[in-house]
């Protein structure tokens, strides 16, 4: 490359300075949309997952209320069975503040030291954590007011409130997002229970497998608690697990990847627009170059080198504000969905890929008015530089304005000879537009959506109870408390969906609720809802549906007569039948779940 063609490049550029400054100002501001989008994409695309595959998650979880050590033994020598953990866990109630208390699942872990699945790591604080103390999932800290120190009030399944001393932080990613569940995680030594004079009622088994194995394995895991007159409270089986909030992220990252495919179409567009008018303010001295004898390839290549410079200078400019901004991003959403960047700088291609992408546009976008400009007749190209792009339908589409004054008729005329910048500017407007009215739906769609949890969950407060209650018992509590204009008393339990298909179903909850109930007002997309009327059959989300192999609503479907089978002990078959789910009356409950309205 000559110095002699640097220098008619530079010179180019420097001629009309405002002009060249108001492109690379554009360009600039276009590429740090689009680069800021694919940082934060390049950062986060695998990140939620590789943090989840860490902890070494588990393919199958079982509860019963006892697990002798020999099925224990036997469970881990089933083919295909990688590791089995002992980790009882469950629920209680810790004060966050002085007038709040919220959930707080709390697992016992044996041994600290050698976690072999689920793992999660120690964030500050003291490992493991001394008896009579408790270590608590890091998300959990938002919900203080202050950090903790000293004790923490924690209210035991039995009733009892205890203080335990806090241990610190843990980051465990394969957990549910604290501020996104509303419930808190507690980890504590078996030492722990000793002194807070609790006993567990159910214990609970992890269990990692090979993808392959892990149906079948969950199958004969089944088998060996029947076999061994053991009860099974709940079997949970995933061929490859995945974390709960991995459908949040997967949109995310969908939206971030339209966003970034949206902004690369605008600034494409923005940057059309601007060699256009560059190339026709350039139009006449192409038309002079061409007549002092300069071929045509010559003049391409010196219009194109000069878009890279432009576009190189550009993409300079932006890659600080685009990484800065993408990573912020990033880390934005990785606080929301708590989870760690293992990659917060980003791979090594981002930087040569923004600015690739910062070259390649410009010149991409330039090339095809460069050459029409350099391959234009030099009398043409000198007498008028838009007689080529002008389109011959022009003069007759403004004749047929003929009803309009003269100056909107001459407007009209002058975009139909010129529709191109007309057609990107609003090509520009409609995504913008589209923008808008998306964040607009949105909002909307969330706010219908709060709506119709309002209008079909006509209730206040419900109360789970963990053990079963008469309800003269609960009528009579409810009775002492004048706030509470109506109370209901639902039944709960744990079911498997009886589908075809080699995968094996996890439980699912279901629901008795007493007949007229006030409380829950459903849209019934097809067939009727549960009511005196029709008091037989069972009403089920449009998912399971959709999953399963019934193939439409009705009591009256055959997939309907058997659909469930109970796996909690304390539910007897006949009361969780399909056929009589709906007619049970608020006497036959035997587990309550207490919805009062006030």
């Known amino acids: 490359m000559t110095s002699t063609r640097w220098r008619k490049i530079i010179g180019d550029l420097a001629q009309r300075p405002a002009r060249t400054l108001l492109t690379l100002f554009g360009l600039s501001l276009g590429l740090v949309f689009v680069g800021s989008v694919v940082t934060a994409f390049a950062i986060l695309r695998d990140d939620l997952d590789a943090n989840f595959r860490l902890t070494n998650p588990p393919n199958i979880t079982l509860s019963a209320g006892d697990i002798p050590a020999g099925l224990s033994d036997r469970i881990a020598a089933i083919p295909g069975v990688t590791g089995v953990d002992e980790r009882p866990e469950f629920g209680a109630l810790i004060q966050t503040r002085p007038d709040r208390w919220m959930p707080l699942i709390i697992a016992v872990i044996r041994d600290f030291r050698h976690l072999s699945i689920a793992r999660f790591a120690i964030e500050n604080g003291h490992w493991p954590p001394a008896p009579g103390s408790i270590l608590i999932e890091r998300d959990g800290r938002w919900f203080f007011e202050v950090p903790p120190a000293g004790s923490l009030a924690i209210r035991l399944p039995n009733g009892a409130t205890v203080r335990s001393a806090f241990s610190g932080y843990v980051f465990d990613p394969g957990q549910h997002p604290s501020r996104m569940e509303q419930v808190l995680y507690g980890y504590v030594t078996p030492e722990t229970l000793v002194n807070w004079s609790s006993r567990l009622n159910s214990t609970r088994l992890l269990i990692t497998t090979s993808p392959a194995a892990a149906v079948a394995a969950g199958a004969q895991i089944e088998a060996l608690f029947q076999d061994a007159g053991v009860k099974l409270d709940r079997l949970e089986v995933h061929a490859t697990p995945q974390h709960g909030h991995k459908f949040q992220f997967d949109t995310i990252m969908t939206l971030l990847a339209g966003l970034a495919a949206v902004a690369l179409i605008m600034c494409a567009i923005l940057i059309i627009n601007l060699i256009d008018s560059l190339m026709a303010t350039e139009q006449r ?7 002092l004898g300069a071929r045509s390839g010559q003049i391409i290549q010196d219009y194109t080198l000069a878009m890279g410079a432009l576009g190189s200078l550009a993409g300079t400019l932006s890659l600080y504000p685009s990484l800065w901004t993408g990573k912020t991003i990033a880390r934005y959403l990785t606080m929301g969905l708590n989870f760690n960047l293992l990659s917060p700088s980003g791979p090594i291609w981002l930087t040569p890929l923004l600015l690739s992408i910062g070259i390649v546009i410009p010149i991409s976008v330039a090339f095809s008015a460069i050459f029409r400009a350099a391959y234009r007749p030099v009398r043409q190209a000198l007498a008028r530089g838009d007689d080529g792009q002008a389109f011959p339908f022009a003069d007759g589409f403004g004749a047929l304005m003929t009803f309009l004054p003269l100056i909107p008729r001459l407007g ?75 109370g209901e008393y639902w039944s709960t339990a744990e079911v498997t969906l009886l589908q075809a298909g080699p995968r094996f179903n996890n439980p699912k909850p279901i629901i008795g609720i007493p007949n007229g109930t006030e409380s829950i007002h459903p849209d019934v997309i097809a ?72």
């Open 285 to 291: 001295a192409i038309g002079v170059l061409r007549a």
């Open 412 to 486: 009209v005329r002058s975009v139909a000879r010129k529709p191109r910048k007309v057609l990107l500017s609003a090509l520009i407007l409609s995504l913008g537009l589209a923008f808008f009215v998306t964040a607009l739906t949105i909002r909307a769609s969330m706010l219908s959506t709060v709506d119709s949890v309002r209008r079909t969950k006509s209730f206040d407060v419900a109360v789970g109870l963990r053990a079963a209650e008469p309800v003269d018992r609960l009528t009579a509590w409810m009775a002492e408390i004048p706030e509470v204009r109506h």
């Open 527 to 598: 067939g009727h809802w549960i009511e005196p009327a029709f008091p037989a059959g069972i009403v089920v989300m449009a998912k399971i549906v959709r999953d399963g192999p019934i193939e439409g609503p009705g009591p009256s479907h055959p997939g309907f007569r058997k659909l469930v089978r109970p796996i909690a002990a304390r539910v007897s078959p006949a009361e969780y039948a399909a056929s009589a789910i709906a007619s049970l009356s608020p006497a036959r409950f035997r587990s309550r779940k207490l919805i009062p309205s006030t």
